[in-house]
């Protein structure tokens, strides 16, 4: 109890606006966005932009507080203060980093999913994937190579709950995984 970590993350998952056909391509260009502090951000801004690649916001930042820090000067405003000024600027962006992130995708068409809390990013993921992907339609191939898709139960989403042979919500959850990993273009056995 008191020796372990017990630290939980959250995530919210999104979407392109125009995502590929098949469930397996839609959930490999899942956007996992962590909230929270950016300790990277907090210390030198332009890098935690550059890394989640948000360009327009590492430019804003750039032209912001040299404008800043320029007018300050110009006021003749102790040097100290002034780096203090821009310090607490960069704490509160180590803050905000996952907000500006989340408003960027908003801005190129994303859409948020949902969220997922776990211990690390791959708890997450999975744990999303077990939920989202078995309601999630299927690409079939007919005989004259057409494609199209296929719904992942009669109902749509398939609770895994009902009468007969594979009640259990897991059957359905690994049979949903398994057709997956069977269309997963890596590594699977066909």
Not at 112 to 137: A, H, I, Y
Request: include cysteine; proline fraction near 6%.
């Amino acid at each position: 109890m008191f020796g372990g970590s017990s630290s939980v993350m959250t995530f919210t998952v999104h979407e392109a606006s125009a995502p590929p056909a098949d469930r397996v391509d839609r959930a490999d260009a899942l956007e996992f966005v962590k909230d929270g502090f950016s300790w990277l951000t907090a210390i030198f801004p332009p890098l935690g932009f550059a890394g989640q690649s948000l360009w327009l916001p590492l430019t804003a930042y750039a032209v912001g507080v040299s404008a800043l820090v320029a007018g300050l000067g110009a006021v003749a405003l102790d040097p100290a203060w002034i780096s203090l000024i821009v310090t607490a600027l960069n704490i509160y962006l180590g803050f905000e980093l996952s907000t500006i992130k989340r408003w960027s995708l908003d801005q190129d068409g994303w859409r948020m999913l949902g969220t997922v809390t776990g211990k690390n990013l791959d708890e997450c993921e999975r744990r999303f994937m077990e939920s989202w992907l078995p309601s999630q339609p299927t690409m079939t191939t007919s005989r004259d190579g057409a494609a199209g898709a296929m719904p992942s139960s009669s109902t749509g989403f398939n609770t895994g709950f009902g009468s007969g042979s594979g009640s259990d919500p897991r059957h359905h959850l690994h049979r949903g995984l398994a057709a997956a990993t069977r269309m997963w273009p890596f590594g699977a056995k066909r």
